[in-house]
């Protein structure tokens, strides 16, 4: 075994990160590296350098944005070197796997942000299904890695105790209604107006698609007509407005959704409650392989969720960035994600991929 390898064994013993039965070596030493980067990024929060900021009473140290994406550039050329091998599915562009790093360290809470800089968020820990998912946690409290993520596990669980998911849920800002039940209620509060003519056949104007396939888009030109509820939305990108909408004796009813509901692509949120409701609403699919497991989404998550997601997994391909669709975690925070989501309405499917 060469002193490369054996870092990399090293690492996959200290952090908990096991290789899936059929999992080929690459494939593995990929994942490690990627959290090899990911756990460097995170060190170089703590980094002391001229780099830094003053730490005046009051102030809290930081690091600029580019100091964190340059840490993660300089540990993957690195590895590149040591693993020629490995240029196929290791990322080859340093910039999409920095930006990557960053942008899940800012949407799962474990960097706060300032302009141009960062800095670690405080410690926080919620207990759930057997393990203790991490954040903000000290360097040397760093047991098990699954993905970009830290968890531990949780003393004397014996399995059988139901998960307490409420402090995960908070912890990440997960929606705490079922989808169904978030839906109704957001109908409930709709106030609804006839709007002008020409805006049921805007081209500007796109609706929902209410049942699979989706592999042409989540909008399409034609409304549902039964009478039931969905979404449309108006405008063009970047300043599209949301709507509730039915048709009530075959006239066109709206009722606009506030901007901070829909926002920053929030609106899957009630993409995914409206779909739920009908039962259309793809299940997340999932494949097991001994301590991994492979994830595969129908639909794409709100936000919230899917950075929680995308924190305690690896992609399924690291060297096209982004991959939202396509993931696979630890085994132990598997059974996390499934509770959490499960309770929130999302279905799982066990397939063989």
Request: aromatic fraction near 10%.
């Amino acid at each position: 075994m060469s002193r490369s390898d054996d870092l990399l064994m090293q690492v996959a013993r200290q952090h908990h990160i096991l290789k899936g039965e059929q999992e080929a070596d690459g494939e593995w030493q990929t994942r490690l590296i990627y959290s090899i980067c990911g756990m460097m990024a995170y060190a170089s929060l703590w980094d002391d350098s001229a780099e830094l900021a003053s730490n005046e009473s009051g102030h809290l140290k930081t690091v600029s944005v580019v100091h964190l994406k340059r840490r993660v550039g300089s540990v993957l050329a690195a590895y590149q070197a040591l693993y020629p091998a490995l240029a196929v599915s290791l990322p080859a562009n340093a910039e999409a796997l920095a930006n990557e790093i960053e942008q899940i360290f800012t949407a799962a809470g474990v960097i706060y942000h300032r302009p141009y800089r960062v800095a670690p968020a405080a410690r926080r820990e919620a207990p759930c299904a057997g393990i203790i998912l991490q954040r903000g946690i000290a360097l040397d409290d760093i047991s098990r890695v699954s993905g970009l993520g830290f968890y531990a596990v949780a003393a004397g669980h014996d399995g059988a105790a139901s998960p307490d998911t409420d402090a995960a849920r908070a912890m990440f800002g997960l929606e705490s209604k079922p989808l169904p039940e978030l839906w109704q209620r957001i109908v409930a509060a709709a106030t609804w107006r006839t709007p002008d003519d020409d805006f049921e056949t805007a081209s500007d104007t796109e609706y929902l698609r209410l049942k699979p396939p989706f592999s042409n888009g989540y909008w399409g030109s034609k409304p549902e007509r039964s009478g039931s509820v969905a979404m449309l939305r108006s405008g063009k990108p970047g300043t599209h407005l949301y709507y509730l909408y039915r048709y009530r004796d075959e006239v066109l009813e709206v009722s606009q959704l506030p901007q901070w509901q829909v926002e920053n692509s929030n609106y899957r949120t009630l993409a995914c409650a409206c779909l739920a409701d009908r039962g259309t609403l793809p299940p997340l699919e999932y494949c097991e392989d001994g301590a991994l497991v492979h994830i595969r989404l129908g639909y794409l998550l709100p936000p919230r969720e899917l950075a929680f997601l995308k924190y305690y997994s690896w992609p399924e391909t690291c060297s096209s960035l982004p991959c939202d669709f396509k993931r696979k975690l630890s085994a132990e925070v598997f059974a996390v994600v499934k509770n959490l989501l499960s309770q929130a309405g999302y279905s799982f499917q066990e397939e063989m991929f």
